[in-house]
Nanobody, 119 residues
Framework: VQLQASGGGLVQVGGSLRLSCVAS????????VGWYRQAPGKQRELVGG???????NCAESVKGRFTVSRDNAKNTLVLQMNSLKPEDTAIYLC??????????????WGRGTQVTVSS
């Protein structure tokens, strides 16, 4: 199983980014999968996820700004991030989760993608 995130970068406050997590060895649409982030000196945080049935949820800290979706044809999890803030700066990774907002990591961690929001 491999989960490879990409799409991060350096963006100014208020900007947008679209992250992708391509999965191999697992079918995204048949699992509850979500986005996590890890910032230096902070605990890992579940940002949001989507269930096999299509239900989505995001953490209160990003609700209204971030949207989780998936592209079944590409077996890819997507995170659309708008109105970015400096506190969104972190490495973003994907893994399984427990709906609606439970940290439940079952797969090996893959490559993350760095998001840096400058003020």
């Amino acid at each position: 199983v491999q989960l490879q995130a990409s799409g991060g970068g350096l963006v100014q406050v208020g900007g947008s980014l679209r992250l992708s997590c391509v999965a191999s060895g697992i079918t995204i649409s048949r699992n509850d999968v979500g986005w996590y982030r890890q910032a230096p000196g902070k605990q890992r945080e579940l940002v949001g996820g989507i269930t096999a049935g299509g239900m989505t949820n995001c953490a209160e800290s990003v609700k209204g700004r971030f949207t989780v979706s998936r592209d079944n044809a590409k077996n890819t999890l997507v995170l659309q991030m708008n109105s970015l803030k400096p506190e969104d700066t972190a490495i973003y990774l994907c893994n399984t989760f427990n709906y609606p907002n439970g940290d439940w990591v079952k797969l090996p961690w893959g490559r993350g993608t760095q998001v840096t929001v400058s003020s």
